[in-house]
Every structure is written in C-alpha cells, then in structure tokens.
C-alpha cells in the first residue's frame, strides 16, 4: 500500500481504491475515472497521488485544442525531461505517442478536468477507447486516470453507447465529508453550532480555505462568523454558490435555474409547485430539472410510501443558504451591509434553511446508524406521506428494511424531525397513527421503531415512556460509532 500523506485529512476509502489501482503494474491498459462535485478535493487528492508514485499530471483548463495540446505537450516533456520541446498536431498524435511511451512511464497518467479537453475536442474520447482497445492486444503498461467535475460529463464517460463504456477499472465519485466527519475536519465539537455550520458548508473540504481555516470559536461566534465570512463580499465563499451554477457545462440560462433552486430552496419540492413558483408551466421546466439533477445540485427523492411521487431536494447545502438569504439582498450584501440583513434573516436562515438541512441529517444518521438503532441495517431512507381515508400524516424519516420478494415491507422506523420544538406525546401520536395506517396497508410494523429527533429536546414524558420510542437529540445525532 502506497503511504498516505499526512496533510490528506480522511480520504481513507479513495485513498485505498486509488493506490491498489495504481499498484498494479498490468500487461494491459487500464482505465480509472474520477468524479465528484467541485471544491471535493479531487485535484489535491490525484497530485498527492502523482507525487507519491511519480506519475504524470496535466491539469486541463478552458482553452482552445490548440492551446490544450500545446500546455499537454510542455508538461509532458517536462515530466520526461525530453531536450526539446514537443509538440502534437491534434489528440490522435499526442495519445498515440502518449501510449507509445508507456514504458517510460514512472507511474499513472491523470488527466485532471478532463471535460474541458472533450468539450473543445468532442473526438478524444474516441480516440483513447481505440488507443485502450490497441493496448490490450500490445499489451502497453498504462494506467489512465480521467477526472472531472463536470459531473453531467464524467456521468455520461462510461454510460449508454458512450465510446469508453466498458473500459474502465475504476470508477470512484469523490463525495462531500459525511457530516460527523465535517464536524471534525472543522475542529467542531459541539453538536449544534455543527448542524448550523454544516447547514451552511455542508461537507465541501475546500470552504475552510476559502475563509482562511476560521471556525466558529462557538455558538456566541457563530453570528460573527457569518458576518465574517460568507457573507463578507471580501472572501471567495461569498461568490461560491453563484459560480456553482454557472460553472457547469449544461447551464444556459442562469436566471432560470436559479430561479428554480430559489423555489425549492422556499419549501417548493414538487415539478407543479416549483413552476408555479417562477410562473411557468409543470411541462416547461422539465429540462431543467433534469440539467440540475445532472449537474448534482439538484436530487429528486422518492416518496417511501407512494410511488411516483417524489420531492426535489437541494444537494449542495450553500446553494440553500445563498437562495434563502443571500439572493433576495444580493444588492446591499455586495455594499456591505450583511450586519442588518443577516439580523433580519436569521429567522428565516432557521425555518427554511436549518431546519430542513437537520431534517436531512437526521435521515444520513438512519442511513449511518449501527444495526441494533432499528434492529437491521436499513434497505431504504427517505420520507414519505402516509394516507388515510381522510388524512395525509408526512413522516420526515422513513427507514424500510431491505425487499424481500413474496413479504410485506418491514418498517424499521418512522421518525419526525424538529429542530427548534421541543418535542411530546402529540408527536408520537402522529407516528403511532402512521404506523397503523401502514399496518392497514400491510406493511410488517410489528417492530417499528417509533423515533423522536429534536434539536430542541424532549418533554420528560417522553423519557419516562416504556414504549419502544427512540429519542435522538443532538449528542445521539453525532454519535453514530
């Protein structure tokens, strides 16, 4: 196993499926993509890599095929300290030759922000699956890594009758910190000032650079550090969420696709409510949606209880921070007036912006939690709107136990979610009536767990409850060894 550097925090996982892959030293060519969303670490993660095995790396950039095969060309005589410079005629001569020198080669070839390459020479992919295929039979030592951003491209790489479908080892998506991790690679240890930071940064390792590793000293800090930071026009995290959108490839019209990130950032999570929100037709906007969920910023959630109903759900935490607060006084944030409007709307920051991301937690917590939570290891987490004859009870975490054809759907847990109530017997009452409900509908409740999530605490009548009720507070929330 290739040593990890220090300075990687985690990473432990990809670290791990990356060097096996780069340790072998095959007779054939092999082929890795990596993905994820901006601002995950993939670059840092892939130079730390080159480094550690004394590969090649040639970070892509917005340019001509020209100017690309041009600055591919000086780092690849540079990598090989060739004595004069080199240069390509088109993709075909530079891959061809590429491949050519696979036995020269000290360790892997990544090409970081491959997108950029593709979208101004839409034949490479092509050229490379015929490169890879020629490979085989020459049996050429070369380890390929393709990585990417652009996530609506690197998704489309290996699907469908895309030209390397087939082709590839390996195929890692860098994620965002699951949240307990984010706490700690932000050096916070108490569980609600990291709910209200990670409503705002979510698990993106590079927003601690973009406000020079300043973490919130506490709950006291935590107004100052909004102040300070992300909505400071002077630091690169104020801009972010915009240049999240704009950044993608499939993105035209701006204006409209924030408009409906606005939309379902105000508690619009259907196709009908979110058009009648920006004042288009259900129809129209369906492109769109499919771009977003594309482009990873937007995900579409099934309903647990109703099938083909679904909710749209903001993915990137500061993209619902910025529609909720920032967005409607964009004008005065930029004149630096943050300190009155951030009072104004910190009400708002808590309804529509902590509050549902606590919500979301609460499901990763099902998802992450050990097998004895809820008596197996979830087969789903979601939410779901339970139906009666005359009633609609929405329960805001659903785990199921896994499908087993031929048996009713076991239901682990129903759970209802409060981050500023404290919570009672009425809202076990709710879930209790859920449950019977399902138990009509013939779903196995018999071992459902009844769960209580509160960032506000619990009525002590619920503690003295002997019923199978499970009361997951803040320090539960964070304790998912």
Not at 91 to 114: C, K, R
Not at 332 to 358: M, T
Request: net charge negative.
């Amino acid at each position: 196993m290739i040593a990890k550097p220090e300075r990687l925090f985690d990473r432990d996982f990809e670290w791990r499926h990356l060097t096996t892959f780069v340790s072998r030293r095959p007779d054939r060519p092999q082929l890795g993509v990596v993905s994820g969303r901006r601002r995950q670490g993939k670059t840092y993660l892939l130079e730390a890599l080159t480094r550690q095995c004394e590969g090649f790396y040639f970070g892509a950039t917005e340019a001509t095929e020209t100017e690309s095969l041009t600055l591919f060309a000086d780092a690849l005589a540079e990598y090989l300290a060739a004595p004069v410079p080199m240069r390509f005629t088109g993709w075909d001569e530079a891959i061809t030759y590429l491949f050519s020198i696979a036995d020269s080669l000290q360790g892997p070839v990544v090409i970081d922000e491959f997108p950029y390459l593709s979208k101004a020479s839409p034949s490479l992919p092509s050229i490379l699956q015929r490169e890879l295929d020629r490979g085989v039979s020459r049996r050429t030592p070369i380890s390929l890594l393709l990585c990417g951003s652009a996530m609506s491209v690197m998704g489309g790489l290996l699907a469908g009758s895309a030209p390397l479908r087939g082709r590839a080892n390996l195929e890692l998506v860098i994620r965002p910190f699951p949240y307990p991790l984010a706490a700690r690679f932000w050096e916070v240890t108490e569980p609600r000032l990291a709910v209200l930071l990670h409503s705002i940064v979510g698990g993106t390792p590079a927003y601690r650079r973009f406000v020079n590793d300043q973490s919130p000293a506490g709950l006291d800090d935590f107004d100052d550090w909004v102040l300070r930071t992300v909505l400071d026009p002077g630091t690169p995290l104020f801009r972010e969420a915009r240049y999240l959108l704009e950044e993608e490839a499939d993105v035209r019209d701006t204006a409209l696709y924030h408009s409906i990130l606005a939309a379902v950032a105000n508690g619009n999570n259907t196709r009908g409510a979110i058009a009648g929100y920006i004042g288009r037709k259900a129809a129209d906007i369906g492109h769109h949606l499919n771009v977003l969920e594309d482009c990873c910023l937007l995900r579409r959630d099934a309903d647990l209880f109703r099938s083909g109903r679904s909710r749209y759900r903001i993915a990137e935490p500061l993209i619902v921070f910025y529609e909720a607060v920032m967005r409607p006084r964009w004008g005065l944030l930029e004149s630096g007036r943050a300190a009155p409007i951030w009072a104004d709307a910190k009400p708002r920051f808590l309804s529509q912006v902590a509050g549902p991301h606590f919500e979301q937690l609460c499901r990763d917590f099902a998802m992450l939690a050990p097998s004895h939570v809820f008596g197996d290891l979830p087969g789903d987490v979601g939410s779901g709107v339970v139906t009666g004859a005359r009633e609609q009870i929405e329960v805001d975490v659903v785990v199921l136990g896994p499908a087993v054809p031929g048996e009713p759907r076991r239901v682990l847990s129903l759970g209802e979610a409060k981050w500023g109530d404290v919570m009672g017997v009425r809202h076990v009452d709710r879930l209790r009536r859920a449950r019977d409900l399902l138990g009509d509908r013939g779903y196995d409740v018999r071992d459902t767990v009844l769960a209580c999530y509160s960032g506000a605490g619990f009525d002590e009548r619920l503690r003295d409850d002997s019923g199978r009720i499970a009361l997951i507070g803040l320090d539960e929330l964070y304790d998912v060894s």
